[in-house]
């Protein structure tokens, strides 16, 4: 069984990549579907806040500090290379890192900026949030996923 300062950042890895799953579920659950039920401009200027609301030391500290955490785990199982866990620890860390972590970057960031970009009540705004909604919302599943089996695969590292 892992023990020790090994346990304790392993817990902190269950801890914070599953409250990032949490916060995840909680937009692909009811936060996005709420919003697509609004009119386009209020969907749009909702959103817009949302993701500049988004970008707090408490979230941040919770996303990017699991990622770190998440980095730190996956170095110290390839030096240590622990008798039991390795497996759920090296998948654990990668499912957030590429599939939280790096979805953000490179799927969610990229949508939210564009959005950004735009005046709620124009017609590009319109005729982009239908799509916005469908595309964000794909990839926020896939986020939400890999940070929930990224908990889990920790989980299982401590069983």
Not at 43 to 65: E, H, K, P
Not at 81 to 88: K, L, V
Not at 139 to 153: D, E, P
Request: negative net charge; contains cysteine.
């Amino acid at each position: 069984m892992i023990d020790g300062p090994y346990f304790v950042l392993t817990v902190l890895g269950v801890l914070g990549t599953g409250l990032v799953a949490g916060a995840f579920c909680a937009f692909s659950a009811f936060v996005m579907k709420g919003l697509a039920a609004l009119p386009p401009a209020q969907g749009v200027g909702a959103m817009q806040a949302i993701s500049v609301a988004a970008v707090t030391a408490a979230f941040m500290a919770v996303f990017i500090g699991s990622a770190v955490l998440c980095a730190v785990i996956a170095v110290v199982t390839f030096v240590l290379w622990p008798d039991e866990g390795t497996a759920e620890l090296l998948v654990g860390s990668a499912l957030y890192l590429f599939g939280s972590f790096g979805v953000t970057i490179a799927a969610n960031v990229p949508r939210n900026d564009a959005l950004a970009r735009l005046e709620p009540g124009t017609p590009e705004a319109a005729a982009y949030w239908p799509a916005y909604v469908r595309e964000w919302t794909l990839w926020n599943h896939v986020r939400t996923v890999a940070s929930a089996g990224a908990a889990l695969a920790y989980l299982l590292a401590l069983t």
